[in-house]
């Protein structure tokens, strides 16, 4: 029988002593605004494995064209995985433990996906997230997400975390407002986008993809956007 040991672990850093942006170092962190940030290239590392479990996950749950309350088929072709999916159809948006198509659960969230996630808060200065659901989003040349806000969560004092594989995008990251001025942010492969606290309610969207082929992905943009929806 294997006897049991005592792991030694480096101590936990103490966020609120030095500060979120130094609890990771060499952590690329841009501020978008109050609560928003970019951690640049933070889920290059594992940019596999992420591809790999949103293969597993399409074989479950495939990607699917949902319409939206105004009866409008979405560009961006979605699945989930998680405790609780987002789903859209004639009814509205909300969020929802089976996946419509099939009857059954969505695929579990990959053990991988969960602690990039909260690895990539706790940077962002969130440092309790507890994700239950993974939106998957896939960008083709052509398909642009409109500018909405995340805000069919319970919690909103927890972050979104959304993560970018792929080719490259423009986000449009705004306000609280609809008609604030939005930024345009690129975003590459690798990169993770955090948003909470005072910016957890602001307006976003993705520009048209562009034409292009990458290594990982091919000429697709992937994005995975962790939440604790319920
Ligand atoms: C989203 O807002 O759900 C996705 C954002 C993105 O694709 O970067
Ligand atoms: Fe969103």
């Not at 997400?145 to 970018?164: K, N, T």
Request: include cysteine.
């Amino acid at each position: 029988m294997a006897s049991r040991r005592r792991i030694a672990s480096a101590p936990a850093p103490v966020a609120h002593a030095v500060g979120p942006a130094v609890v990771e170092s060499g952590v690329d962190q841009v501020a978008l605004a109050p609560g928003a940030s970019i951690l640049r290239r933070f889920a290059a590392p594992i940019d596999t494995l992420l591809r790999e479990g949103v293969e597993a996950i399409t074989a479950l749950a495939p990607f699917r064209h949902m319409q939206t309350p105004g009866g409008f088929t979405m560009a961006v072709a979605m699945t989930n995985c998680g405790a609780l999916g987002w789903v859209t159809d004639r009814r509205g948006y909300r969020y929802a433990p089976l996946d419509p198509d099939s009857g059954l659960p969505w695929p579990a969230l990959p053990e991988a996906f969960r602690a990039l996630a909260v690895r990539a808060a706790r940077a962002a200065g969130f440092g309790d997230f507890e994700p239950d659901a993974c939106l998957v989003n896939r960008y083709v040349p052509g398909a642009r997400l409109s500018l909405h806000r995340d805000a069919d969560e319970r919690d909103f004092g927890q972050p979104i975390v959304s993560v970018s594989l792929g080719l490259p995008a423009v986000f449009l990251f705004g306000g609280a407002r609809r008609k604030d001025r939005t930024q345009r942010v690129p975003l590459a492969h690798g990169d993770v986008v955090v948003w909470g606290g005072p910016a957890r309610l602001f307006h976003h969207g993705v520009l048209a993809l562009k034409d292009g082929e990458h290594a990982l992905t091919g000429a697709q943009r992937i994005n995975l956007t962790l939440r604790k929806a319920g």
